[in-house]
């Protein structure tokens, strides 16, 4: 069984940044893809950023190209989201996902199957 555990989320002003880690266990990351998807209250869960299992490449939600990096250390098994230039409108509950392919773009949620708790991240104006 997958595990997925999120850490780094916060509080911080526009146009800073965070960087967001996720643990996981029960499934390597240098095989299958993973992903950060994002939550705020009342919606549906939005893609942000994907990376493939083996071949490592990487994709992004428009919203988030050339602020957003994911990416991975294989001999941690854990993925990373680095944040810059933070806008209010990425505030949200950021949520990593594991799938059970290793294929990119892959865009839905109903293509993961195991999900963390999920890290809040605030953005001020």
């Known amino acids: 069984q997958v595990q997925l555990v999120e850490s780094g989320g916060g509080l911080v002003q526009a146009g800073g940044s965070l960087k967001l880690s996720c643990a996981v266990s029960?499934?390597?990351?240098?095989?299958?893809?993973m992903a950060w998807f994002r939550q705020t209250p009342g919606k549906e869960r939005d893609f942000v950023a994907g990376?493939?299992?083996?071949?490592?490449?990487?994709f992004y939600a428009d919203s988030v190209k050339g602020r957003f990096t994911i990416s991975r250390d294989n001999t941690k098994n854990t993925i990373y989201l680095q944040m810059d230039n933070l806008k209010p409108e990425d505030t949200a509950i950021y949520l990593c996902?594991?799938?059970?392919?290793?294929?990119?773009?892959?865009?839905?949620?109903?293509?993961?199957?195991?999900w963390g708790q999920g890290t809040q991240v605030t953005v001020s104006s």
């Open positions: 990376m493939a299992g083996r071949s490592g490449y990487r």
């Open positions: 996902a594991a799938s059970e392919y290793s294929s990119t773009s892959l865009y839905f949620t109903r293509l993961y199957d195991g």
């Open positions: 029960g499934r390597l990351v240098s095989v299958y893809t």
